[in-house]
């Protein structure tokens, strides 16, 4: 490592003008991920859901479409007029045949009002009108949207003390996508102050926090853009959520490595050290701990390629990708601007002169942070078993939020109150039960079953009596108000449907486990009404959201060992044993465990189906990338001492880079919140409590505590007696 080292400090110009040329030329280049996104719902569905079977199926065997992604509000809580009414169903049948010629794209319409109905389907009496909007598939999310405002504003008068407006998946992912862009700037610019903060207090300078803005610019510039460069050159959609994701992992890694640079090349010039030689040193001690830190991470992360979702197989190599990124600048452009600028980046403080090398080699926190620190670290130590109790104890009454735990997809719930989407929503839902807005179709197919009517009309009554069912149409009585006949049987006569609303928000988690239920029961309605041979399937974006958590349950299960054992041979490797990573790579899980029971605590036992998955990834990976710090300093301080005279002493070593890392990184991901969707508040709320559970609790008390009930047997089939690495010397 110390030709390297020497290599890297010649090179240190060079190295420095090839990461800004590149970040310049990765800038103007090439596409962000907002140009390169292509805003298909296929990214966050399985490819191959039968949901999606089940429409495409019933959109072959129909002339006329049931489901609609995108659905006009009109709500006049004083009522709306009959002739109101009229003109709704009579812009419906003119979109449908085709006589506006301004919104051409829209293929079909189909009205629906509460002037008739009960209660629960109707929750008001002519107070609310909603027209389904249906389009080609090969009209853009985006196009579909902005003619469906266009059809508010020009087509429909608006309503005073009422509303007009667009609601549905695909208006809620286009507020979500627009309110990603309008927020991100925010969120880069307070992480970059919270990162030049943190830096800036450390070490009470200019030129420190100074490179780490450049270096974090840097890997942020560079991957972002790759990132989305060859999402487009792929084909395939770079979800819009990855950006918020990659700026606040990247801006906290590259900072916590620029931590541990910083700190080690100050030490060394506080001891008398000239600029280059501790540059040298700083190299060739450092690098390899921070190396092994970052693939630690890329390991978890990169496991999501082999996930059955397109936006998780992005999502993990992107964050892969861009960690990778921000660790060959941390690698590369920090330690060459450390050969480079030398004393000047502790400006207006002196290392050597009035920062005495023993404090530069410290935090420099407060006494009373200092005493809490050496308290918390000596509990542990001294009182182990009692420390690992207590630990676990917390840890696991915080996961006892999992039994309440249920996983949704409310895009448009999650919404902020006062975007349009989620307003047309309130106002539907106030006339109408909520899964009017994206209704279910439940497709029966069978050699002339059409004809069957009264086995059709059996299965009907069967079905309006399932749980969370507010109302079914079927062939069992006339279509909805201004649709022509047939829309309930096929003309070939081989097919039946049936218009399904729920109680719920239909991309709620209370309705997805309703239809799910319902899924798991229609082959036994299906016999008891007497449909012999018939073939029952399920269509609607509720269906479709149940079979995406299943898949992502389904993931979870299947990668969640794959990145555990990744993890397990990154920590094995560099530790040489095989008994420490099992108890750490626990502690990392029990972490994550107690954070996400918290987070359902917080959110009422709702979270967005692929929040817990990401985050899990996210915690146990940097939660290894601690480790490393960590139980390095163990291990080397070992090498010259009694392993229970080394834990203490290397405890509280490394529990300030590891507490100030932690809060770092808690903080820019708390940043993500000020997106107003539900999914980033989530988030959030998940990974900051996760990142200081494993900073307070994890890596200060239990960690430590294990290490001195496990023994000298942590190092298993090595030994701790071994001469330690020059590596993990600070």
């Not at 507490?659 to 959030?684: D, H, K, Q, Y």
């Amino acid at each position: 490592m110390t030709a390297a080292a020497r290599l890297l400090r010649r090179l240190r110009w060079v190295v420095v003008a090839a990461w800004l040329a590149g970040a310049a030329v990765c800038t103007f280049a090439l596409p962000t991920i907002e140009h390169a996104r292509t805003g298909a719902l296929g990214a966050l569905v399985p490819e191959d859901a039968d949901a999606i079977k089940a429409e495409i199926q019933a959109a072959e065997r129909f002339a006329f479409p049931l489901l609609s992604r995108t659905v006009l509000v009109q709500r006049d809580p004083d009522g709306l007029s009959a002739r109101r009414q009229l003109e709704a169903v009579r812009l419906a049948a003119s979109l449908t045949r085709g006589e506006r010629p301004r919104f051409r794209r829209i293929e079909a319409a189909l009205p629906l009002t509460n002037a008739l109905g009960e209660a629960p389907y109707a929750r008001e009496r002519s107070t609310t009108a909603l027209t389904y909007l249906f389009f080609g598939p090969r009209v853009h999310v985006d196009t579909r949207v902005r003619d469906a405002r266009r059809l508010a504003d020009q087509a429909v008068a608006p309503i005073d003390g009422g509303v007009v407006g667009v609601t549905g998946q695909a208006p809620a992912l286009r507020e979500q996508a627009e309110l990603i862009v309008d927020r991100l700037p925010l969120i880069e610019l307070a992480t970059l102050v919270l990162v030049g903060l943190a830096v800036g207090v450390r070490f009470r300078a200019l030129g420190a926090p100074l490179l780490t803005l450049v270096a974090v610019a840097i890997a942020y510039l560079v991957s972002s853009r790759v990132v989305a460069y060859a999402g487009q050159q792929a084909g395939f959609a770079v979800p819009q959520e990855v950006e918020p994701v990659i700026v606040v992992l990247l801006f906290g890694v590259v900072t916590d490595y620029s931590i541990f640079y910083l700190s080690r090349f100050r030490a060394l010039l506080a001891a008398g050290e000239a600029r280059l030689p501790a540059a040298d040193r700083t190299i060739a001690q450092i690098s390899p701990i921070i190396a092994v830190a970052g693939m630690a991470v890329i390991a978890a992360t990169v496991t999501l390629l082999a996930a059955q979702l397109e936006f998780l197989r992005v999502f993990g190599p992107g964050l892969a990708f861009s960690v990778f990124v921000g660790l060959l600048v941390a690698l590369t452009f920090v330690p060459a601007c450390l050969a480079i600028l030398g004393r000047s980046l502790f400006w207006p403080r002196r290392p050597g002169a009035d920062i005495p090398a023993e404090q530069a080699a410290e935090e420099p926190a407060a006494p009373a942070q200092r005493r809490r620190r050496s308290r918390a670290v000596a509990f542990a130590c001294g009182r182990p078993w009692t420390a690992t109790a207590v630990s676990v104890a917390v840890l696991a009454a915080a996961s006892t939020g999992l039994t309440e735990l249920h996983l949704g997809n409310p895009v448009v719930r999650g919404l902020p109150a006062d975007s349009d989407a989620r307003q047309a929503y309130e106002a539907g839902t106030a006339g109408f039960a909520p899964g009017v807005l994206s209704p279910t179709v439940v497709l029966v197919t069978g050699d002339g079953v059409a004809s069957e009517r009264a086995g059709l009309a059996r299965l009907q009554r069967l079905l309006e009596r399932q749980r969370g069912v507010a109302l079914v149409v079927g062939p069992a009585q006339q279509p909805l108000p201004g649709v022509r006949l047939g829309v309930t049987r096929s003309r070939g006569g081989n097919a039946a449907r049936y218009f399904v609303v729920l109680r719920q928000d239909p991309l709620g988690a209370e309705a997805i486990r309703d239809v799910r239920r319902l899924n798991d029961r229609l082959p036994a309605l299906v016999d008891a009404a007497g449909l012999r041979g018939a073939q029952p399937s399920v269509a609607g974006d509720t269906a479709l959201s149940a079979e995406t958590i299943d898949k992502t349950v389904d993931d979870l299960g299947r990668i969640g060992p794959i990145a555990l054992v990744a993890l397990f041979v990154v920590l094995a490797l560099y530790l040489r044993a095989l008994v420490a990573p099992l108890y750490l790579i626990a502690a990392s899980v029990l972490a994550f465990t107690a954070a996400l029971g918290l987070g359902s605590y917080v959110f009422g036992g709702e979270l967005t189906y692929f929040v817990p998955f990401a985050a899990a990834v996210l915690l146990v990976s940097l939660g290894s990338d601690y480790n490393v710090f960590l139980i390095g300093r163990v291990w080397q301080e070992a090498g010259g001492r009694p392993l229970h005279e080394a834990v203490p002493v290397a405890a509280t070593k490394a529990a300030a880079p590891i507490t100030l890392a932690g809060l770092v990184l808690a903080g820019s991901f708390a940043l993500i919140a000020i997106i107003p969707v539900r999914a980033f508040a989530e988030l959030a709320v998940i990974m900051g409590l996760g990142l200081l559970l494993d900073a307070f609790l994890v890596r200060t008390i239990l960690v430590p505590a294990l290490v001195m009930i496990v023994g000298e047997r942590s190092a298993w089939p090595g030994s701790l007696a071994a001469p330690a690495q020059e590596s993990l010397a600070r």
